[in-house]
């Protein structure tokens, strides 16, 4: 009797005004994003009543599977997973009792609590039901006792057994609270270009933007042939796991050879590093106009490598139409590692392919290059015939 469905509980604090619709707008469509590419379009059903989304008709063997999807979504609070049953009111709330059974059997099998103590919620928005909730409450708090060896305490209690009564005639009974991700709904920050490395740091750096609801599309700088198509399938796959966070990502990829090679012809080995960063965010500012973008994005931290330092960052900030976002800055590398083995990107990132950087990897970079040094050697550059060159090549995926 009743079938399983899954309720999303958003954070509803931020939600307040005339934000909330938009807010909605964009959750719905990131939950949307990720089960159509689970499930497939037809593969569930997305339903909503007041403050509350609930998604049923889906194959049950895929329930963890959406479970753990859903809780990747930023702006989602919590999930539970709930038996959906009709009230049976006029029949003594026996749906409700069935349904409770496995549900107080499974927590006590769970136990591990010397005493456990556990309550009834029931919310009763179904007003044809003329029992005050607190007794709907105890008449259901009997089945619980029966099954199980917990006691009632309406205050300090280990358990709670919730009961959605909606004006629908349905109930929705459950008694565990998945927490979600938290954060903002991806969408609702504007959006920004991700600079997309084959590296651990940049989908971390992902991860912490989308977090705040920043939507992003990702450019990645490849260089053919000294960087493989093998690099590249890397990076895209790396863009399909951290898409799970950051719903929809497109990505451009950039010939950088050129570049590169113009560089490495004529300007000193030292500035090398600088001034291809300085090429990365030209180009970076350049597509984020066309996409729509606000902010550039990096996994830079400070003092990592060379072109991390303050210096360094200064140098090639210059050249960036759009204010740069470093997620990561204060982040030691421990840390970053976490996140992306949290988040599933780390075993991908080791993957050993040669990156574009590392390429013309010079013995000696400037640690502290200023900025009038790293100018004049560029104007060996013919720089915006350079950029032009590359923006023409670039391909989307
Ligand atoms: P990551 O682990 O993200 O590669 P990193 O520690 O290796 O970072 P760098 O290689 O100096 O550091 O790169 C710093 C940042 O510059 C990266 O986090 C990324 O945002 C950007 N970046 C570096 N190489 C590329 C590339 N080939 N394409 C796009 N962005 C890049
Ligand atoms: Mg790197």
Redesign the pocket.
Known sequence: MGKRVIIIRYGEIFLKGKNRSYFESLLIKNVKFALDKLLGEGGYAFKRSQARYSIEDYSELKEAEIVDRLTKIFGIHSLSVAMKVPSDAENNFEAIKQAMIPLAEELEEENTLLDPTFRVTVKRADKRIPIPSYEIAAELAGTVLRHTSFKVDLKRYDYDFEVDIRETGDAYVYSKVILGAGGLPVGCSSKGM????????????AYMMAKRGMKLV??????PPY?SELAKQK?VRLRNIVEDYTSRMKLFV?P?TEIQLAIHEHCPAEYM?TIM?RF?MRI?TKLAEQQDCKAI?????LG??A??TVESMTSTESCAGLPIFRP?IAFD?EE?MDIAKKIGTYDT?IEPFE????VFLPKNPAIKPRLERVMQAEQALDIDALVEKAMSGIEKY
Do not use: N
């Open positions: 991700l600079l997309l490395s084959g590296g651990i740091d940049s989908p971390v750096a990702a450019v990645h700088f490849a260089s960087t990076v950039v950088f590093i960063r990365m970076a994005i990096t996994g830079e931290s990592q490598v072109s991390q990561l590398k970053t990132s990156d574009c950087c590392t």
